[in-house]
């Protein structure tokens, strides 16, 4: 992209999250934000130093219009709870901010995004980390991580260590707690051991940080 089109592109930006949040209800760049739903935006501190990101809002958080609220929310803030970092203190969104479901009778059930949708949506997170300026950002699961660096990432290869951001920021990436959700016995109990490692990891980047 040449110099001109990108200062025309930062230009268009939204300069405030509350900008963001009543922007992204009429976002029609992909398929998912035309299925009907309402869009969910990030909560948190404007300048937190964590940020958290998500794959995008699941059938509660659409209905309630907050992300992180359902099963897989609470898992994560028992996890955070556990190895001492203030979700209150954290700026959590998803990568992608409308809800993609397939019906099935009464329930809508959970489908992930294509690359594509997640590539549409990064104009929205990146204006979120460009506001908010974290000096870490977690990112839960591939879309998450795809979200962030705009290619494909594998989990289980880039986490435990940090990946430098363009503005300097470091990305840390991990599990979806969704996945530990869906595991049972012995498995979960392992998945949500390394789960724990990866946050004990960020907790004490983040203490490192001050």
Known sequence: ??????????????GSLEEIAAQIQSCRRCPIGCNGTRAVAGEGPERARLMIVGEQPGDVEERLGRPFVGPAGRLLRSHLEDVGIDEGRAYVTNAVKHFKFVPRGKRRLHQSPTAGEIDACRWWVESERR?????????LG???????????VGVQKARGAPLALEDGAELWVSTHPSYLLRLRDEGRALEEERFAA???????????LG
Not at 2 to 9: L, N
Not at 198 to 208: F, I, P, Q, S, W
């Open 131 to 139: 506001i908010v300026r974290p000096r870490l950002v977690l990112a």
């Open 1 to 14: 992209m040449a110099d001109r089109d990108k200062a025309v592109v930062e230009a268009e930006r939204p």
């Open 198 to 208: 990866d946050l004990c990891k960020v907790a004490g980047r983040l203490a490192e």
């Open 142 to 152: 591939a879309s998450a991580a795809r979200g962030m660096l705009g290619k494909a």
